[in-house]
């Protein structure tokens, strides 16, 4: 069995993550992937009201400069809460050794959901560009609204779709990753 360039990045960055998982536990490791997706709801949530907060203080307070300030303050505060909560777990003997174990796990959910949204985004924007190119009359060099060639997505079309034919990871999650279809050598008719 070979791997392609595909299978051997999953391989490394399971590696890495499961890796990282396993040091910094489950909690940990669930805490802060939710960080992000966290900060960003306290920010939707909350932004008005501290925007409006802000104003009422005298403080010249674009909504833009609140919500930046309240999206890094929930981020900093959910970390310091989760490391509070990792001291926590490491300092219970069975509990830490379990927390560690289920760290590597989700540290090789990590990896598998990263792989699939990267592969499932970048299938969508060569697929959202193949559109515009098979609008064309086969006069443009250059995709419409962009600044790429022709035969530069040709290049990009072709290596995608190799490597997800030829990937053990792109066939196990064949349900979520595609191939892109011909683009009908638009880039060798110019």
């Known amino acids: ?47 008005p009201q501290f925007t409006s907060y802000l104003a009422g203080t005298g403080f010249s307070a674009t909504p833009l400069i609140s919500y930046i300030i309240l999206f890094f303050l929930a981020v900093v505060i959910l970390h310091f809460l989760a490391s509070f909560i990792r001291g926590l777990v490491k300092s219970i003997p069975l509990v830490k050794q379990g927390d560690a174990l289920l760290g590597g796990v989700v540290g090789f959910v990590e990896a598998w959901l990263l792989w699939l949204i990267l592969l499932i985004v970048l299938g969508s924007f060569l697929h959202t560009l193949q559109g515009s190119v098979s609008s064309l009359q086969n006069a443009a060099s250059i995709v419409p609204g962009t600044t790429i060639h022709v035969s530069q997505l040709q290049q990009w079309h072709d290596f995608y779709n190799q490597a997800v034919t030829n990937s053990l990871f792109s066939r196990v999650n064949g349900w979520f990753i595609h191939t892109l279809p011909s683009l009908h050598n638009v880039a060798g008719s110019l």
């Open 1 to 47: 069995m070979s791997f392609n360039v595909v299978d051997i990045l999953f391989l490394i960055t399971v590696i890495l993550l499961v890796l990282n998982g396993i040091r910094n536990g489950a909690v940990f490791s669930l805490l802060s992937l939710l960080t992000i997706p966290l900060a960003l709801a306290a920010v939707f949530y909350l932004g």
